[in-house]
């Protein structure tokens, strides 16, 4: 399974959608944590890999879950044996809100800087696509220290948020 999340993570990257204002600019599969086993000399009862998909908008995460399901039942079928089953634990649609809507061009003004899309999952999309509503996705410090250990926003970097949002605050109301 880990190289049929490979194969598809290959594909995406040839084939996949594409938004060129993303760092990554395709649909990414993800394997986080592989799991199993009790000792070295002991065959394990199980393994476990927990992944993740971060999917553009215009790619649908169903269809790339069921293409992994359809890879999991061949690899069973050829085994003759085993069992390899997919739990889809969370889903949230992607971004997709263009850069130049009212709300975006507001931020963008109230910023004073020019900003791209961002290379990681939010509820953003759950917004935009169920309720409607124009999203976007701001706030202070770097994802390049985020998720890591000992992550940190500086205090210059809350300053600046709040200057931020009085300046939407006072452009919106």
């Known amino acids: 399974m880990v190289r049929e999340a490979e194969a598809l993570q290959s594909w995406l990257a040839a084939n996949g959608a594409r938004d060129i204002a993303y760092p990554m ?5 993800h394997i986080g944590t592989i799991a199993g086993g009790t000792a070295l000399n002991i065959v394990p009862e199980y393994c476990r890999m927990d992944f993740e998909i971060r999917s553009l908008a215009a790619d649908d995460p169903a269809a790339l879950v069921e293409r992994l399901r359809a890879a999991a039942a061949r690899i069973v079928t050829a085994a003759g044996k085993g069992d390899i089953r997919i739990e ?7 971004l997709n809100g263009p850069a ?11 910023a004073g800087t020019q900003t791209g899309k961002a290379g990681f999952g939010t509820e953003g999309g759950l917004f935009e696509e ?4 124009p ?6 410090g770097s994802m390049d220290r985020a998720h890591k250990p000992d992550e940190y926003v500086t205090t210059g970097e809350l300053g600046a948020c709040d ?3 009085d300046r939407m605050i006072e452009t919106l109301c």
């Open 135 to 140: 999203t976007i996705v701001f706030g202070p």
């Open 130 to 133: 169920m309720l409607g509503l």
């Open 100 to 110: 130049d809507s009212p709300l975006a061009e507001t931020a963008l003004r109230a």
């Open 25 to 29: 600019p395709h649909t990414s599969v």
């Open 163 to 165: 200057a931020f949002l």
């Open 88 to 94: 889809v634990t969370n889903t949230y649609p992607g």
